[in-house]
T-cell receptor, first 117, second 115 residues
Framework: NAGVMQNPRHLVRRRGQEARLRCSPM?????VYWYRQLPEEGLKFMVY????????ESGMPKERFSAEFPKEGPSILRIQQVVRGDSAAYFC???????????????FGAGTRLSVL | AQSVTQPDIHITVSEGASLELRCNYS??????LFWYVQSPGQGLQLLLK??????LVQGIKGFEAEFKRSQSSFNLRKPSVHWSDAAEYFC?????????????FGQGTRLTINP
């Protein structure tokens, strides 16, 4: 049973380019979460999605950032017109859908490290 | 709003020594609490969790944590550390959102092991 898969592991972009980060959840998981880790900081929640729905995007910057989790395929975090301040590690997590909230443990991928030149 | 504080940014212990990493949280209801470990360049691995019941919880790799409601704490302990325990440790509280949890993390504690 493969874990949460993120790609690419490392992504280099120049200022103004677009970054696309992909996340395939664990098999059987229908909830996806994106977190951002800035250097020397803890992880900060960005967005929570279920298939074809954004449930909570309270941690997403208002501009340039978007996320989707289509019916088929991986979840995508998209950053338009990247700036140096977007350089960070972006982690995806997934959890199952269980009526018992306590069972909805989040499992993390290895992350995508974005560097903006 | 929920928050987590890990007072120690960096801790160094000798191999074989005991370890305690501190975590204090702020949350209005009964918290769901977690400890994750992150090795360099890797993702986060769940060490242990607390939801309810026994306030002393056992995790993987010989770790345990104790929930103390009166102190709003959830400190992580290990009786004897191994060199492979060197990593970054994150405490988190789960905030409920529509049947799932949004994790609020502390800033992490980096653990260094002296041989």
């Amino acid at each position: 049973n493969a874990g949460v898969m993120q790609n690419p592991r490392h992504l280099v972009r120049r200022r103004g380019q677009e970054a696309r980060l992909r996340c395939s959840p664990m098999k059987g998981h229908s909830h996806v979460y994106w977190y951002r880790q800035l250097p020397e900081e803890g992880l900060k929640f960005m967005v929570y999605l279920q298939k074809e729905n954004i449930i909570d995007e309270s941690g997403m910057p208002k501009e340039r950032f978007s996320a989707e989790f289509p019916k088929e395929g991986p979840s995508i975090l998209r950053i338009q017109q990247v700036v140096r301040g977007d350089s960070a590690a972006y982690f995806c997590a997934s959890s199952p859908r269980d009526r018992l909230v306590a069972k909805n443990i989040q499992y993390f991928g290895a992350g995508t490290r974005l560097s903006v030149l | 709003a929920q928050s987590v504080t890990q007072p120690d940014i960096h801790i160094t212990v000798s191999e074989g020594a005991s370890l305690e990493l501190r975590c204090n949280y702020s949350y209005g209801a009964t918290p769901y609490l977690f400890w994750y470990v992150q090795s360099p360049g890797q993702g986060l691995q769940l060490l242990l969790k607390y939801f309810s019941g026994d306030t002393l919880v056992q995790g993987i790799k010989g770790f345990e944590a104790e929930f103390k409601r009166s102190q709003s704490s959830f400190n992580l302990r290990k009786p004897s550390v191994h060199w492979s325990d060197a990593a970054e440790y994150f405490c988190a509280v789960g905030a409920l959102i529509q049947g799932a949890q949004k994790l609020v993390f502390g800033q992490g504690t980096r653990l260094t092991i002296n041989p």
